[in-house]
């Protein structure tokens, strides 16, 4: 609750802004709506093979804030309007469905993206508030030092021109340094929320899942627990997972793993591979690894290697 709270009062943030007589007004519905779009499509294209969906109103309950969260960081860093704006929800687009950020927590490389976009965004916001309608003006050698008046004109290459209509600026202008305050806490808040909420989430199906484990006899249970670590529970799949499918799941990981291990300690029984092995050199080093844990009547058995 408290993440998806820290989400909220951060999209609220990242969607107002100071105008040039102090008042507090929207950025508009625009970037909210291509934001939500962007998020809706990283979801989806992220989960493409994922059977999981929410089984209760506390899972649902999250995935509806993560799905807002998303949508507001990426509402919020978007440049105004613009070719700018389409270009960066090529990237995004493409960053979000080819990575698990949309459906769990934002990676650190997703971070990072997000967090240049919010600065050409503050700069260009800057620009304009300086009356300065470029992104950046470089000045032409020599050209640029020559007095002369009629040489203005090409003394500067001005690149990224746009207009205060382009960048969504109120009327009376807008007022950089509040507005900056407001959507730096806005991202920052966004993004700690959506961590919270990816850590919130973890937590709560370990606990399904460990609940469901311990149906078992204490002793089976712990057992599976050691043969399945709550480290690996969501790199095997077990995350999202049915009641049912849950338990099959288990099933199938438990058969496939004792079965491996039943089969490890067949080989390292066996006499016919310890008997051929050249105890020098890189195969030396494979024979110290398989009868460091041998039996005893299997190590002593064995003639000695040749």
Known sequence: MFACALIGVGGLLLGLQVDGNGEFVG?????????????????????????????????????????????????GVLAPGGGWMFFEVLVLAVALSRSEAARTALSRGTVILLALMLLFRLW???????????????????????????????????LGEFTPRELGFPLAGLAFAPSL?????????????????AHAAREYENDRIHATIC???????????????????????????????LRKRIEELMVARIAARHELDAALRSRE??????????????????????????????SEPS
């Open 273 to 302: 591979i310890l008997e051929t092995t050249n105890p020098g050199g890189f195969s030396g080093e494979i024979y110290r690894a398989l009868t460091q844990g041998a039996p005893p009547q299997a190590s002593g058995a064995r």
């Open 181 to 197: 305050a407001l959507w730096a806490a806005g991202f920052v808040l966004s993004v700690a929320g959506l961590a919270w909420r």
């Open 27 to 75: 950025t508009g519905f625009t970037s909210l709506g291509v934001g939500a779009l962007v998020a809706l499509a990283g979801i989806v294209f992220s989960s493409w093979h994922e059977r999981g969906a929410p089984r209760d109103v506390i899972t649902a309950f999250s995935s509806l804030g993560g799905f807002l969260g998303l949508a507001f960081v990426v509402s």
């Open 124 to 158: 260009i916001s800057y620009q304009g508030s300086q009356h300065r309608w470029e992104v950046m003006s470089i000045e032409v050698p020599i050209l640029s030092s020559l007095p002369f008046s009629f040489l203005a004109p090409i003394q500067s290459v001005e």
């Open 215 to 245: 149906e078992l006899p204490p002793a089976l249970a712990q057992l599976v627990e050691r043969v399945l670590p709550e480290s690996q529970w969501g790199e095997l799949g077990l995350h999202g997972l049915a009641d049912r499918p």
